[in-house]
């Protein structure tokens, strides 16, 4: 079964690890304590640790299709309630990627045979909808195409900064940063869209979401102060 080879790689990269720090592991099962929480997309070809060449254990990661901040997707909540107010991580990334495949089947429209799917596409075509006038002002597809991509993350980022998690982090001072990135498949690199908020504007409105039972949570042990 050629699933077995992961065993393998596995096995080779624990090798090779303790060959180059004997105490790796040791240390890491000690501590967890990201500084940094990562939106990105499903996409196999964008793994968070290695796009953005950070250690294990430096970044929190939650990944569904199209990179999308959902008020009503409990998954993605509890997460960032976990992320901001227990590890107490200091920036957030929302992060896209040109080529990304939800983006071009939310534009193409026709997804009728994966009910699911397209039900999470909604989601995107929602913004397609704020942003028709510059898109239909674009002259080519692969240009539009890549606008909704940076579009699509755009609008991720002020669903992350309107959600009562990051607001109420903000109304007790907490430092954090909300910010979109979009990657770039071909070439490897990331792109700031320049769309980072350190606070929320006063004419956006808080969601109103499905929220976990209130309550902060608590950690067993508290991370170490930054």
């Known amino acids: ?9 596995n096995r080779r990269w624990v090798a090779e690890t303790n060959a180059a720090d004997p105490e790796f592991f040791t240390r890491l099962a000690a501590v967890h304590n990201p500084q940094f929480l990562f939106i990105g997309c499903s996409d196999a070809r964008v793994p968070a640790n290695v796009i953005t060449g950070t250690e294990n254990g430096e970044m929190f990661v939650h990944r569904n299709v199209a990179n999308l ?26 992060c896209g990627h040109y080529g990304c495949g939800g983006v071009a089947a939310a534009m193409d429209r026709r997804n ?19 942003h028709s006038a510059e898109l239909r002002a674009l002259p080519t597809d692969e240009l539009r195409y890549r606008r909704m991509v940076e579009l699509n993350v755009a609008e991720q980022v002020h669903n992350l900064a309107r ?11 907490q430092p954090l940063g909300v910010h979109g990135w979009a990657y770039e498949l071909g070439d490897g690199l990331l792109r700031d869209l320049h769309v980072s908020l350190r606070e929320m504007p006063a004419d956006v409105p808080m969601m109103h979401a499905a929220q976990p039972a209130p309550g902060r949570l608590v950690a067993d ?6």
């Open 112 to 130: 009728g045979a994966l009910p699911l799917v397209d039900n999470w596409l909604s989601h995107i075509r929602g913004v397609m909808r704020l």
């Open 163 to 173: 959600t009562p998690v990051v607001q109420e982090a903000w109304a007790r001072g």
């Open 221 to 226: 042990t508290p991370p170490p102060a930054s």
């Open 69 to 94: 901040v959902v008020p009503s997707d409990t998954n993605l909540l509890a997460v960032l309630q976990y992320a901001v107010d227990v590890l107490k991580v200091r920036e957030v990334f929302v």
């Open 1 to 9: 079964m050629h699933y077995k080879r992961i065993f393998e790689s």
